[in-house]
């Protein structure tokens, strides 16, 4: 039963009846209810239990402020956590489940945190389980239970999310009536506009008014603006549209909530959209906070914020109670006595702390048969689990002292109001400073840091007719500075009241609460009272931001919007300093919580990361190959034939590498023509080796350091011409290697003149390895591949069926072999060509698994797998590679004291004493015998294999004075297995001299 | 998130770009005269400079052009973006 | 004949079954591997080298920093030293006309691109979701193109005529990945690839 509705009035539609559940139970509803009107208008009070002292609650606000009904919605893969009953619109088949309150609402049996409350000051989790250490789990798996902070979904979202990208002149936050000026005056002068507002009406604060707006009602009014943006293609109007970041540059994120508040849509529809603003300017129009009174047992279900009251009445047409108390200490409360009045309650008490002065608003009030008392406070409320009356004390504002209980008054509704805090949240994120304003006591934004502007009641600016002058004046003065014409614009006729001045009142208990004198409650989202606030004073915490942390006040998905400003002046109480002196926290982004959906957008899955994939993938695909990827790209690890385990069919490909002929795709080897006049000196930089006495047609294997001395990549380089190298990175390394080579060129030689272009893409690299691999290629081509014409490691160009290619006679795995380059259009096409031709040779392709073993036994290393970072040529046995005459980058770091060191770590191979134990990859190594104290470790295990041509396992390290402690005996410890005694050797395993890559 | 302005491409947003550290670092044109401690000096020693900063940044999506940035490093401001080229600092010509 | 043995990057990427008839919102793909591109290197201070290069091409270079200029072929400004022809003419015969005297460098880069062009009353809508460029209609104009990223992928964009056509220009490894983007991103516009031989 919708006990609460009334019979008329609202933007509901009564004959559009909506079901749905909350906790288990079934009601009805209104299309163009929240959650929570429709929670109101069926009468519940309890909709949550509170944080730490699971005390019930009920609603208080009507928008993003609202701390107590924070709900799970849905259920399955589409569940959503700490979802606000008053930013929900409502839908058909609705669930809605309280997130605390376990067992139940109505029975928490964590209520005794109440009853034992003192104990559960601030800081007690911190005091409490902090010992033993251990313990900690065991602790943390009740404390979230009691917590209850809502449940993530265990399945994958179904939903879709999407980004957007937009560029404007002016981005307008907030849809009010200053918002809406500002839009209408800034549209009409062609400038590009983007307004957004949370709600799915524009209007704001008019949408709960019935004030007479050009002598229409405020809804006539507001339709008619929207109209006018709407006509304006310059124009976009965003609803349900969340402004909840904003970053430098006048960068700010806009989460658009698409299909929330439908009960069903399309298949692929988009959930929520991520807008992604880049705005020459910005106005700030989120309007403002009413703040709550703090008073005993202030968190009572059927306490209410007056705001809330006239929004439930006047957009929703529930009434929340019939026999009401409202406390203010301000005028803009009355409206809501009235709007109770004139909603048929029965009667309407108002207890104001001010002392009577005129008004059009009291005298509004006394009209309509409100009855009035001033000079008086609210001093306790009765009523566990939904109020049932209140105590009133008379009260000299003069002293800030409350007499004593004067009178005890019954009601089902107790309406509250401490005046009103301007939303600065997202001024605040852009960089601008507050400032305390006296007269409207509140923050109001100071200059901003940005090119933006605040306007209307976020601005401070309280009266409806400022804040459309504001509005207006805001537009035209953007668009005038952005190069537009001003349109004219006339301020819109409304009412002008007589008002008398709010009167702060930040408690009503002006010290620290007695022991025995129920909580007073500043943040209710995190149960922070005000004695907590004098426990962190005398404990010694007196900034605010420490007090914050201390108390939590300001924290979580609430960032402050209630209870910051009562803390920060109840704390400037304890500390006997103005509000001014105190400060505000930091407020950040996001100014309410964002689904992780929509910050993925559509980066998921497969799209989450670009795979790279080569012009041979789909041969690697069809042989059935297990993928790895490295750096983006996607490579074949090794190719199994039948039911082939990874051990036999890489032992099958490392044979074939050395006993006949294997194929590698190397496609993904970073490439780089490199030309110009000044290329040799250049190269001479950059790398460690002679390149100035390379020969034409000459490769050669090169390192480059960081200036550091440190080994950064290598790879084999060629010389083309005169003025013209190709150069090869590791895999991973191209694109760092490209703009660090860039960036050497660019910012300390410019004057060079050299020219660098990638070939990465265009050019795809095909190995063909093993003793047979010259009679093969010797098949389809007519360069003369014989030894005394094309010798190790010597380029040239040459043809294949018509093809153009690029031949390199160098190897990564000791064998004789060729590196094939061609235009990758034509490189699967060549694949299966030298695949035919290698036939009766056996031809294996192989993968990295392969790739890698071959080139262990050789003991060559791979940068970052052998290097980390540390290691310099000198150390990896690479000293032959450095000249001693030129300079290089990293040279002179070479001569450097610890780059001399003895004890360095240096490059050598390990073999398990056992001759088949397989040396973890990562293991340490330390001496057989024990030692007392620390175990010294001695150096660690980069690289290991099972060696198929050797017959055992080879590996390789990086070790201390390694090279001086060939034949000794080390423990290779790793978590994985027990301890593998191993001995160093030299970093090579196979083939020592070298003849088998050189062979005539 | 920065607006940056490459000097050739115009205003490009913060992620086109990659960073490059403190600017004006000029390499020794002979480092083999230096000290161990004047070589350090250059390869480790950066200014971390609270306020005007000047640093390179490369627009590493874009034209792949390094150049030269002046921001606050306070409050993020831009200042300037400009090209090595014109740079008395950054183009002596090493012997 | 060797026009036959070629494999480009987008080959297979259309799914013939899902080929769907497209809404007056939704757009039009067109996958153009099938052409050569050629990488210029040269200084703008060297009015030889510009003039070479303006002869060898037959066609305007363009030295305005993200313009590109048309003729027998698209030749677009990469960096103030570097710039890319695309084209349906044999690389071979331009090549050949360059002079080794002059300082002007070129790099066949024809396996390591291909070309993309959408068409369609939604293409700014779509490809704003992934590129952060302001690319509306008075802000990047016909003849003016850009290097960026769309999503995780850096292409070169480029704005050919007002229907409006844009051109995107992709590295081979990532073309897969970009023409995914464009499917899965395109969704709610629905999107029709097609291959142009």
Partial sequence: ?1000 | MLLIKCPWCGERDETEFSYGGEAAIKRPLKPKDLNDEQWADYLFMRKNTRGLFLEQWNHSVGCRQWFLVERNTITYEIISTKRINSDALNSEVPQ | MLNEIKKYALDGFINEKESSVISPQGLEINIRAEINFLNIRGSINDSDFIEHAEAVFQQTLPLDFNTFSVGEHHIYWLAPDEWLVVTDHDLKPIVQKISPKIDLYVTNQTGGYTQLILQGNSVRSLLSKGCTLDISEKKFLIGQCAQTGLGKAGILLALTDSSPTFNIIVRRSFAEYVGLWLKQCGNEFGVNFTHKH
Avoid at chain 1, 41 to 63: D, E, L, M, Q
Avoid at chain 1, 625 to 639: C, H, K, S, T
Avoid at chain 1, 659 to 667: F, H, K, T, Y
Wanted: proline letters at 4%.
């Fill in chain 1, 1 to 1000: 039963m919708q006990t609460n509705r009334l019979n008329q009035g609202g933007f509901i539609d009564r004959n559009k009846t909506l079901r749905f559940t909350f906790n288990g139970q079934s009601y009805s509803g209104y299309q163009g209810d929240t959650l929570a009107s429709a929670l109101i208008a069926n009468g519940i009070k309890i909709v949550g239990r509170s944080f730490k002292y699971h005390r019930p609650r009920g609603i208080i606000g009507s928008g993003a402020e609202e701390p107590n009904a924070i709900f799970q919605i849905g259920s399955g893969a589409t569940t959503e956590a700490g979802m606000r009953a008053t930013q929900i619109e409502l839908y058909d088949g609705l669930v809605a489940k309280s997130e605390k309150g376990w067992p139940s609402l109505s029975f928490d049996i964590a209520i005794i945190n109440d009853w034992f409350s003192k104990l559960f000051g601030a800081g007690f989790y911190y005091k409490t389980f902090m010992y033993p250490a251990k313990f900690w789990k065991i602790y943390e798996y009740f404390l979230r239970r009691m917590a209850g902070l809502g449940q993530a979904p265990k399945q994958p979202d179904p939903d879709h999310y999407s980004h957007q990208n937009i560029h404007c002149d002016i981005l307008i936050v907030g849809a009010g009536p200053a918002g809406l000026m500002a839009a209408v005056s800034a549209g009409k002068s062609g400038a590009k506009v983007v307004i957004a507002d949370d709600q799915a009406m524009f209007g704001g604060s008019l949408l709960a008014s019935k004030e007479i707006i050009d002598g229409q009602s405020s809804e006539e009014w507001i339709a008619s603006q929207v109209e006018c943006l709407k006509a304006l293609p310059n124009v976009t109007c965003l609803s349900r549209s969340t402004v909840f970041g904003y970053y430098d540059y006048n960068f700010l994120t806009i989460n658009e909530r698409c299909t929330n508040h439908l009960s069903e849509f399309t298949a692929g529809q988009i959930r929520q959209k991520l807008w992604r603003v880049r705005a020459k300017r910005v106005v700030l129009a989120q309007g403002a906070f009413e703040r709550p009174l703090v008073f005993p047992n202030n968190d009572r279900p059927g306490i209410m914020l007056a705001s809330a009251v006239s929004n439930y009445i006047h957009r929703y047409g529930v009434i929340p109670g019939k026999n009401a108390v409202l406390f203010t200490n301000n005028d803009s409360a009355y409206q809501a006595a009235i709007d109770l009045k004139m909603a048929g309650a029965q009667s309407v008490f108002i207890v104001d702390s001010r002392s009577e002065l005129p008004s059009d608003m009291v005298d509004a009030a006394k009209k309509c048969g409100v009855e009035l008392q001033f000079d008086a406070v609210i001093r306790n409320a009765i009523g566990n689990k939904s109020i049932k009356a209140v105590e009133i004390s008379t009260y000299d504002a003069n002293d800030n002292t409350c007499k004593d209980i004067a009178d005890k008054r019954e009601c089902d509704l107790l309406i509250y109001s401490g005046g009103w805090s301007p939303a600065v949240h997202l001024h605040s994120q852009s960089g601008g400073k507050n400032k305390w304003d006296e007269e409207r006591h509140c923050f109001v934004p100071d200059k901003p840091s940005q090119a933006s502007s605040s306007i209307g009641s976020c601005n401070g600016t309280w009266i409806l007719e400022d804040c459309l002058k504001e509005g207006i004046n805001c537009g035209q003065e953007m668009v005038t500075n952005l190069g537009f014409q001003a349109a004219d614009i006339n301020l819109p006729n409304s009412k002008k009241i007589k008002i008398s001045p709010m009167k702060p009142l930040w408690q009503v208990i002006a010290k620290d609460s007695p022991e025995h004198l129920p909580k007073q409650f500043v943040d209710y989202q995190n149960d922070t009272t005000v004695s907590d606030i004098y426990l962190a004073v005398r404990e010694g915490y007196t900034g605010i931001e420490h007090v914050k942390r201390y108390t939590a006040l300001g924290f979580g998905t609430d960032q402050g919007k209630l209870g910051n400003i009562n803390g920060m002046a109840i704390l400037g109480q304890a500390l006997e300093k103005p509000i001014a002196q105190i400060g505000t926290t930091t407020f950040r982004p996001a100014y309410t919580p964002v689904t992780f959906g929509v910050v993925a957008g559509e980066d998921i899955d497969g799209m989450f990361e670009p795979t790279r994939k080569t012009a041979m993938h789909n041969f690697h695909t069809d042989r059935k190959a297990p993928l790895e990827i490295v750096g983006q790209w996607v490579r074949p690890w090794y190719f199994p034939r039948d039911n082939e385990d990874m051990l036999s069919a890489v032992s099958r490909e490392c044979m074939a590498a050395r006993s006949s002929l294997g194929i590698m795709d190397a496609s993904t080897l970073g490439k780089i023509d490199v030309c110009g006049k000044d290329a040799v000196s250049f190269l001479e930089k950059i790398y460690t080796h002679d390149v100035a006495k390379m020969s034409i047609g000459q490769c050669a294997y090169g390192v480059m350091l960081g200036e550091d001395g440190m080994i950064k990549d290598d790879g084999v380089m060629a010389r083309l011409g005169e003025n013209h190298f190709y150069l090869t990175t590791t895999t991973g390394g191209a694109a760092n290697v490209m703009s660090w080579l860039e960036q050497w060129l660019q910012t300390e030689w410019p004057h060079l003149d050299v020219y660098m272009t990638s070939l990465t893409d265009h050019l795809s690299t095909i190995a063909l390895v093993g003793p047979n691999s010259r009679r093969v290629l010797q098949t389809l081509v007519n360069t003369d591949l014989s030894a005394e014409l094309f010798p190790f490691m010597r380029t040239c160009k040459s043809e294949i069926a018509g093809i153009a290619i690029d031949l390199y006679r160098v190897s990564f795995s000791g064998e004789l072999a060729f590196e094939i380059n061609v235009n990758s259009n034509f490189a699967l096409h060549l694949w299966n060509l030298l695949m035919k031709a290698g036939k009766d040779f056996g031809i294996t392709p192989y993968g990295t698994e392969t790739m890698h073993v071959l080139r262990a036994e050789k003991g060559f290393i791979i940068v970052g797998q052998d290097t980390d970072g540390s290691v310099n040529p000198l150390d990896a046995g690479l000293g032959w590679l450095v000249s001693k005459e030129k300079d290089f980058i990293g040279k002179r770091s070479l001569e450097r004291a610890d780059s001399m060191r003895k004890d360095r770590k240096q490059l050598v191979g390990l073999l398990s004493v056992d001759n088949k134990s397989v040396i973890p990859e990562g293991a340490q190594l330390i001496e057989k015998k024990s030692t007392s104290g620390p175990t010294p470790m001695y150096g660690h295990v980069s690289s290991s294999y099972y060696s198929p041509v050797l017959g055992y396992p080879i590996a390789l390290a990086l070790v201390q004075s390694g090279r001086n402690r060939y034949g000794d005996k080390l423990l290779a410890i790793s978590s994985d297995t027990k301890a593998i005694e191993v001995s160093i050797t030299k970093p090579i395993f196979y083939d020592l001299k070298g003849e088998r890559q050189r062979v005539e």
